[in-house]
């Protein structure tokens, strides 16, 4: 079965700071990985996605996330946090670029002080 | 392309009501899915469409709980009998098989 975990529940960040999310996966074939955004009440957006190839991949508002397939890790990165980027983030692993079902993580809520 | 667009926003109901929401995927999309949110957890899966046949259903979707998707559009989440461990945000989505899988804003259901 597929699982993804995400360890921190909330971070804490100074704006202007680098922000790192961590997420590890199980899934029994190659995965697709996912990042995705979501602010108070509001749906899902897509932050980055990785199907295959380069195993650094470059998303939307700055970020980027790096796949490691020995440590079953999906991290997402931004070098400097904008007060803006405060939400709650979440990691999926998934069976197909166009979506089978999505298993999400349990998310990371970032808080950001000014 | 106006995106994945859900109905209502919101919606609050006593226990025992039967509730339906509407979901309406992006137009080219042939995929469409279904999951739930409870407060401080990730979406959990609960349907999906290929156009208009149900080809998944989670095992969290209950014999109260039945979806539909009658010409291969637009697709409606029925909740019968609603008890207050429904209340949750209910998310669509929709994907082609080229990908581009969209998260529509969701359906908050408070159950009183």
């Known amino acids: 079965a597929q699982s993804v975990t995400q360890p921190d529940i909330h971070i804490t960040v100074s704006e202007g700071a680098s922000l790192e999310l961590r997420c590890n996966y199980s899934y029994g074939a190659t995965p697709y990985l996912f990042w995705y955004v979501q602010s108070p009440g509001q749906g899902l957006q897509l932050l980055l996605k990785y199907f295959s190839g380069d195993t650094l991949v470059q998303g939307i508002k700055g970020f980027e996330a790096e796949f490691k397939r020995s440590q079953s890790s999906f991290n997402l990165r931004k070098p400097s946090v904008h007060w803006s980027d405060a939400a709650e983030y979440f990691c999926?692993?998934?069976?197909?670029?166009?979506?089978?079902?999505?298993?999400f993580g349990g998310g990371t809520r970032v808080l950001v002080k000014p | 392309d106006t995106g994945v667009s859900q109905d209502p926003r919101h919606k609050i109901t006593k226990r025992g009501q039967n509730v339906t929401f509407r979901c309406d995927p992006i137009s080219e999309h042939n995929r469409l899915y279904w999951y739930r949110q409870t407060l401080g957890q990730g979406p959990e899966f609960l349907t999906y469409f290929q156009n208009e046949a149900q080809l998944e259903k989670s095992r969290l979707l209950s014999d109260r709980f039945s979806a539909e998707r009658p010409k291969g559009s637009f697709s409606t989440l029925e909740i019968q009998r609603t008890e207050q461990g429904d209340s949750a945000m209910y998310l669509c989505?929709?994907?082609?098989?080229?990908?581009?899988?969209?998260f529509g804003s969701g359906t908050r259901l408070t159950v009183v």
């Open positions: 999926a692993v998934g069976g197909g670029a166009a979506g089978n079902k999505l298993t």
């Open positions: 989505a929709s994907s082609s098989l080229l990908g581009g899988y969209t």
